[in-house]
């Protein structure tokens, strides 16, 4: 006689081990971020004030298009353009359709330029 009982083994259910995949695929596609994002320093302008010592560029951005002084520039080539000038002061207008991202990819592109300060005109 067996001391020992005959065990039968029952087949695995695949319904709990589907529920917890889906769950964690959820979960890491909720809490993950698939764009990248960077920080913009924007501050508000301050109160008028007297004429500026140095010279003011002039920077017209538009949705496919950047015009630096009236003269057409590439968002590549923008900080050179700033490199070899002496002016500190920037002012920015942005055209009606400008995109919150456009504006984002030329501030990122300024701020390569270290005591660069801007402002930024918005369409009315």
Known sequence: MSLRAK?????LSMTS??????????????????????ELDLAASGAAG???DGGVLFLQVAPDSLRLNAKPVDLT????????????????????EVTSQRLADVLVALRTRPGLKYTILTPS
């Open 7 to 11: 065990y039968r083994r029952r087949a």
């Open 17 to 38: 081990l589907i529920d917890v995949i889906f769950l964690l695929l959820l979960f890491f596609m909720l809490t993950s971020t698939f764009s990248k994002f960077s």
């Open 50 to 52: 007297a004429a500026s």
């Open 77 to 96: 080539d923008l900080p050179a353009r700033l490199d070899s000038d002496e002016e500190k002061k920037l002012v920015l207008s942005l055209a009606p």
